[in-house]
């Protein structure tokens, strides 16, 4: 079992930045692959990034490309989503998730846990 929490969220100006944090419980944290989806108000939940467990590989949507980088430290059980250029299309709820496998994936079906969400507002 694992349990995640996200942290890091708020509100900024587009062009600003934001770094989330997910802290994950579980001793074998690097078994787990992460990813890190969104939600805005009225859409489906959408997937924004995803990064190996030993994080040696990584994968963006195309918005995200560019703008996002993912990142982890296995060493203290946490997954980052570094935002800069943020727009105000960024606006969601963000969750972190991670599955029971090393190998990254887009699809939200492929993982295992969730956390309960961080809001992101961007303001024009």
């Known amino acids: 079992q694992v349990h995640l929490v996200e942290s890091g969220g708020g509100l900024v100006q587009a062009g600003g930045s934001l770094r989330l944090s997910c802290a994950a419980s579980g001793r074998t944290f690097s078994s787990n692959a992460m990813g890190w989806f969104r939600q805005a108000p009225g859409k489906e939940r959408e997937f924004v990034a995803t990064i190996g467990g030993s994080g040696g590989f990584t994968y963006y949507a195309d918005p995200a490309k560019g703008r996002f980088t993912i990142s982890r430290d296995n060493a203290k059980n946490t997954v980052y989503l570094q935002m800069n250029s943020l727009k105000p299309e960024d606006t969601a709820v963000y969750y972190c998730?991670?599955?029971?496998?090393?190998?990254?994936?887009?699809?939200?079906?492929?993982?295992?846990?969730w956390g309960q969400g961080t809001q992101v507002t961007v303001s024009s």
């Open positions: 998730a991670a599955r029971n496998s090393v190998v990254w994936s887009t699809t939200q079906q492929a993982y295992n846990y």
